[in-house]
């Protein structure tokens, strides 16, 4: 079963737009000529060719594996000076609590069910220990505690201004850093969301991720598909295609070329998401791209029918055609 949510409920269009706002000023401190050029962050191929330009940013695509990704790009020293100091991210830490009821609701608890689900799919019965990296607000961990989700569990997360908040979840170890610079963590799953098409550099971060699992441990992870039908359609126009936040669009194939080079297996994908129909008929409502140009959505408006919209995204779910995608992997 699938309930439609408003993309507004966990996106106010007031605050986005002056978020938007915001972030045209923060670009001051990107100078295109101190950015590093790299190879694909999936398959490591020198060969990739231009797809488009937006704000100070090129996205390239690999020529190998289809991975689309922001070349050059900021070095990390520029991406934390950025993440700690700019007013976008301080604003959108704002919209983060604002919407929390929301999200939790709509995004964190239908998370934990995944999770839950995957853990079964993988006949992990008791987890003695579960850790997120990228805890954030330390709201999925809050949950997965309050559900018994493991005996003990960890939140790492580099901000401190956030991880302050882990720390005042009772239960809860914290661990303000990054996965990188933590030696042994010896955890039975771990768990990250939205975090990979953030990462100057995705490989140490996965490898850090295999060497903190047990044998036989599981890795879950979510991020953008490129391949999703609402980013397929949209590409530039789309609010997650945006640098230097989003820095990697991964695919079903190329993620899984980057997790088998570190040594998982048994990787699984699935689609989970549910706002693909939703953000394409936004952005058609407010005429960010033309009913013209895409006759079918103009029929769908046509239509107004949210059972025909809800049954769409179903399809686009179960058919791993969503731009939101979970994986998951065994060491």
């Known amino acids: ?19 938007n706002q915001l972030r045209k000023d923060d670009m001051a401190i990107f100078k295109s000529n101190s950015f590093i050029t790299v190879n694909c962050p999936s398959c490591n191929s020198k060969k990739y060719k231009f797809q488009f330009k937006k704000s100070k940013f090129n996205f390239v695509e690999c020529k190998k594996c289809l991975t689309v990704f922001v070349n050059p790009r900021p070095s990390t020293e520029l991406l ?91 239960n809860i170890n914290v661990i303000e850093s990054t996965i990188e610079k933590i030696p042994k963590l010896n955890a039975d799953v771990i768990v990250n969301f939205e975090l990979i098409e953030h990462l100057f550099e995705p490989k140490p971060f996965v490898k850090s991720c295999y060497d903190g699992l047990k044998s036989n441990g599981l ?27 989003h820095l990697n669009f991964f ?35 407010s005429n960010v791209i033309s009913e013209n140009n895409f006759p079918f959505f103009s029929y769908l408006k046509k239509q107004n029918n949210s059972n025909l919209l809800a049954d769409i995204q179903k399809l686009i779910q179960k058919y791993n055609l969503s731009s939101s995608m979970l994986i998951s992997a065994k060491k």
């Not at 079963?1 to 978020?19: C, L, Y």
């Not at 689900?117 to 997965?144: S, T």
């Not at 598909?225 to 126009?237: A, E, P, S, T, V």
């Open 80 to 170: 934390e000076k950025y993440y700690s100091s700019s007013k976008c991210m301080n604003y959108w830490a704002q919209i983060y609590q604002k919407t929390e009821k929301s999200r939790i609701k709509n995004i964190f608890e239908p998370r934990l069910k995944l999770v839950q689900k995957v853990l079964d799919e993988n006949n992990f019965k008791k987890i003695n220990h579960l850790v997120e990296v990228g805890a954030g607000y330390g709201w999925f961990c809050r949950l997965a505690h309050k559900n018994n989700l493991a005996n003990s569990i960890t939140a790492i997360e580099p901000s401190e201004i956030t991880s302050k908040k882990c720390k005042e979840i009772p």
């Open 219 to 245: 890795l879950i992870l979510t991020t953008p598909n490129f391949f999703g039908l609402d980013m397929q359609i949209l590409k530039k126009q789309h609010d997650s295609i945006v640098a230097p936040n």
């Open 251 to 285: 695919n079903p194939n190329s993620i899984s070329l980057l997790l088998k080079s570190i040594g998982f297996k048994k990787i699984n994908i699935i689609t989970p998401g549910i706002l693909d129909i939703e953000i394409i008929m936004n952005k058609i409502n």
């Open 1 to 19: 079963h699938m309930s439609i949510i408003k993309e507004s409920t966990i996106r106010p269009n007031h605050m986005i737009k002056k978020m």
